[in-house]
C-alpha cells in the first residue's frame, strides 16, 4: 500500500504570491493533518480534517486555509506568501478522527521557499 | 509557549551503546506520548509510543519510559546502531486526540 502522498515536493514562490499543496492519505485514513516545520524546530499543527470537516485548527493567519475532498485528499492553501512561511510543510493521515493512542503517519512533505 | 521540550539539541553516542534522549512537557490534560524518527528529505517515522497509564513500553532497541509526576519521558535505543543517526522528536496529544504537539528534536549521531 503506498504511503501519504504529497505534491510537489519543492515549490519556490515570491512574496505576496499564493500556493496550493496537495495530500493524499494512506488507503481507508479518513483523517489528514497539516504540519508546518520551519528548519531547526519540531512541526506544528496547522489544521485537522475529518470527513471532509475542520475538526482542529492551529494558532495560524487567516492566509492559511485547507479543505478534504470525498475521497479523502487533502489541499493546504497558502494567501499572500511571507518570507516566514518558508518551510517544510508536513502532510499526516489516520485511519479515524484521532482519539487518544491514535498515530499519525506522515508524508515526506512539500519544502516551500518564499523569496 | 512550549508544552513539549527537548532540552537537549544533539547527542552523539558511540556504535553499541545506549542513547539517552529525553523530552519534558507542561500540559498536564496529554495523555498519549509518541516518538518520531526523522531523516533528511523525509518524513517523520513512527517509532514507539506510550500511554499515560503505563511508565513503561518496550519495542526491540526501543524503550519508552514515562514519568507522570516528573512529566517526563525518555528513550533508550540499545545497541545504537549508525542507521540510528537521525533527528528524534518527542510528540504529545491529549484526550481530544486531534493534534500531536512536538518537540524540538534532538539530532542523534551513532560513531561506528
Redesign the interface.
Known amino acids: 500500500d503506498a504511503g501519504v502522498t504529497q505534491s510537489p515536493t519543492h515549490l519556490i514562490k515570491t512574496r505576496g504570491q499564493q500556493v496550493t499543496l496537495r495530500c493524499s492519505p494512506i488507503s481507508g485514513h479518513k483523517s489528514v493533518s497539516w504540519y508546518q516545520q520551519v528548519l531547526g524546530q519540531g512541526p506544528q499543527f496547522i489544521f485537522q480534517y475529518y470527513e471532509k470537516e475542520e475538526r482542529g485548527r492551529g494558532n495560524f493567519p487567516d492566509r492559511f486555509s485547507a479543505r478534504q475532498f470525498p475521497n479523502y485528499s487533502s489541499e493546504l492553501n497558502v494567501n499572500a506568501l511571507l518570507l516566514g512561511d518558508s518551510a517544510l510543510y508536513l502532510c499526516a493521515s489516520s485511519r479515524n478522527r484521532g482519539s487518544t493512542n491514535e498515530k499519525l503517519f506522515f508524508g515526506s512533505g512539500t519544502q516551500l521557499s518564499v523569496l | 509557549d512550549q508544552q513539549?521540550k527537548?532540552n537537549s539539541p544533539s547527542l552523539s553516542v558511540q556504535e553499541g551503546r545506549i542513547s539517552i534522549l529525553n523530552c519534558d512537557y507542561t500540559n498536564s490534560m496529554f495523555?498519549?506520548f509518541?516518538w518520531?524518527k526523522k531523516y533528511p528529505?523525509?518524513?517523520?517515522?513512527?517509532l514507539i509510543?506510550i500511554?499515560s497509564i503505563k511508565d513503561k513500553n518496550e519495542d526491540g532497541r526501543f524503550t519508552v519510559f514515562l514519568n507522570k509526576s516528573a512529566k517526563h519521558l525518555s528513550l533508550h535505543i540499545v545497541p545504537s546502531q549508525p542507521g540510528d543517526s537521525a533527528v528524534y522528536?518527542c510528540?504529545a496529544?491529549?484526550?481530544?486526540?486531534?493534534?500531536?504537539?512536538?518537540?524540538?528534536?534532538t539530532r542523534v549521531l551513532v560513531k561506528p
Do not use: I, M, W
Request: hydrophobic content about 35%.
Open positions: 513539549v527537548q495523555d498519549y509518541l518520531y528529505a523525509e518524513g517523520p517515522t513512527f509510543s500511554s522528536f510528540a496529544s491529549d484526550a481530544a486526540g486531534n493534534k500531536l504537539t512536538f518537540g524540538g528534536g
